[in-house]
């Protein structure tokens, strides 16, 4: 069974710095997406960041990025310049197609708080 | 375009008793899922339902249950509460696609649901 593995409970940034969020995940399957989502604190989950597994180039979205590492299963969250506005939890999500049906996977979740 | 609605946004409920809870997705969305989030252990695949069908369902009882309208509205039911159930149910809206599962799903705000 597909899992995702979210090491860190709780990580702190010092405002304008980097900071990195682990992600790991186990699977038998070839072709899947992966997703950071984050959830404010006003509880709407929105999409961070997608990688498709099929591709190598690491996926970039302004001030994020992503490290993908399919053979190490690995899809760690990298966050420059960080601001106030960026705290919230973190949840990386696993998605694929299977037999004409969704599996959605989400880890744990990641509290970043992000200092002045 | 609106986002996805979900009432109520919050509930109180006392164990034995059962709760409805609605999800409205973004126009054009046939797929809907529920998740249901609880502290430390992230995010909980409940069900997904697309063009009124139950496509595919989590580790969940048979106290869980839902259904999707012709319009793509979804309700969830919960019987019999249990302490137990109290946490943040989330519905999620997606484009269907085929292979890939690439489409991101969007949020709505949840409903917290404590059960006394």
């Known amino acids: 069974a597909q899992t995702v593995t979210q090491s860190q409970p709780e990580m702190s940034v010092q405002e304008a710095e980097t900071v990195t969020l682990s992600c790991t995940y186990d699977?038998?399957?070839?072709?899947?997406?992966l997703f950071w989502y984050k959830q404010p604190p006003s509880r709407q989950m929105i999409l961070v960041i997608r990688q498709e597994a099929y591709k190598q180039q690491n996926a970039t979205e302004n001030r994020f990025s992503v490290n993908f590492q399919k053979a190490a299963k690995s899809f760690s969250l990298k966050i420059s310049d960080s601001q106030l506005g960026d705290a919230a939890m973190y949840f990386c999500?696993?998605?694929?197609?299977?037999?004409?049906?969704?599996?959605?996977?989400f880890g744990t979740g990641t509290r970043l708080k992000v200092l002045a | 375009k609106a986002g996805v609605t979900q009432t109520p946004r919050y509930l109180i409920k006392t164990r034995g008793q059962q709760v409805t809870l609605s999800c409205s997705p973004i126009s054009g969305h046939r797929s809907v899922s529920w998740y249901q989030q609880t502290p430390g252990q992230g995010l909980q695949f409940l069900f997904e339902?697309?063009?009124?069908?139950?496509?595919n369902k989590g580790n969940f009882p048979g106290r869980f249950s839902g259904r999707q309208f012709s319009n793509s509205r979804s309700e969830m039911n919960v019987s019999t509460l249990e302490l137990g159930d109290s946490a943040l149910y989330l519905c999620?809206?997606?484009?269907?696609?085929?292979?890939?599962?690439?489409?991101?799903?969007?949020f709505g705000q949840g409903t917290r649901l404590t059960v006394v």
């Open positions: 699977t038998s399957e070839s072709d899947y997406y």
């Open positions: 339902y697309f063009s009124e069908t139950q496509r």
């Open positions: 999500a696993y998605r694929s197609w299977v037999s004409g049906t969704y599996k959605y996977i």
């Open positions: 999620a809206s997606s484009l269907p696609t085929g292979v890939g599962g690439g489409t991101e799903a969007f």
